[in-house]
């Protein structure tokens, strides 16, 4: 069974930094995209961040854009978010997503059919 399974959540405060990982079994993802979203209460989810199959192409959300940083291990299956310079408007849901079909970023959620469970991300002022 093809798993995605997040962590690195957990309460913080704004300027504080947190890594998020997402851990791929069942299958090997070597040639899929990868890609971040999230989502706040009483919003729809959006886009955070995606990265290529190879990671030499990365496309970040312009309100993360110099604070996240995305990188992926193929090895290990394994894609990573780091957060820096945390603010309140970062609080959400993240979720991990694999895409089985596209091997290029995309920061459509449509374009991901394996999504994780989500891990909570709150920044407090």
């Known amino acids: 069974q093809v798993q995605l399974v997040e962590s690195g959540g957990g309460l913080v405060q704004a300027g504080d930094s947190l890594r998020l990982s997402c851990v791929a079994s069942?299958?090997?993802?070597?040639?899929?995209?990868m890609a971040w979203f999230r989502q706040a209460p009483g919003k729809e989810r959006e886009f955070v961040a995606t990265?290529?199959?190879?990671?030499?192409?990365?496309v970040y959300a312009d309100s993360v854009r110099g604070r996240f940083t995305l990188s992926r291990d193929n090895a290990k299956k394994t894609v990573y978010l780091q957060m820096n310079s945390l603010k309140p408007e970062d609080t959400a849901v993240y979720y991990c997503?694999?895409?089985?079909?596209?091997?290029?970023?995309?920061?459509?959620?449509?374009?991901?059919?394996?999504w994780g469970q989500g891990t909570q991300v709150t920044v407090s002022s």
């Open positions: 997503a694999v895409s089985t079909k596209y091997g290029s970023v995309s920061s459509n959620a449509q374009d991901y059919d394996l």
């Open positions: 069942g299958r090997t993802f070597s040639r899929s995209a």
């Open positions: 990265m290529n199959w190879s990671g030499w192409d990365t």
